[in-house]
């Protein structure tokens, strides 16, 4: 079993940044693949980036491209997501999760942490 805790998050002006972080326990991390993703009030789930956990390979969304950046410290079994030039349609709530290579579904969820952008 995987456990997912999120840290960060708060409140931010336009054009500010703010720093997620998701520490996991439970097990490796060696073949899993780290996933970020935002619900805003009355809209789906939405993928923002992923992060393969060996090979560090990354991806993004088109909407936060360029703006935010995903890293892991395998040391620590925490992944990151470095939020910059935020806007307010960034506002929402944040969630980290895991999914084995290969697999379409992501089986550990972090608990979610609240992200505001004020204009």
């Known amino acids: 079993q995987v456990q997912l805790v999120e840290s960060g998050g708060g409140l931010a002006q336009a054009g500010g940044s703010l720093r997620l972080s998701c520490a996991a326990s439970g097990r490796t991390l060696t073949n899993y693949v780290m996933g970020w993703f935002r619900q805003a009030p009355g809209k789906e789930r939405e993928f923002v980036a992923a992060?393969?956990?060996?090979?560090?390979?990354?991806a993004y969304s088109d909407s936060v491209k360029g703006r935010f950046t995903t890293s892991r410290d395998n040391a620590k079994k925490t992944g990151c997501l470095q939020m910059n030039t935020l806007k307010p349609e960034d506002t929402g709530v944040y969630y980290c999760?895991?999914?084995?290579?290969?697999?379409?579904?992501?089986?550990?969820w972090g608990q979610g942490t609240q992200v505001t952008v004020s204009s």
């Open positions: 999760a895991l999914k084995l290579r290969g697999l379409d579904k992501y089986d550990y």
């Open positions: 992060l393969t956990w060996s090979e560090r390979i990354t």
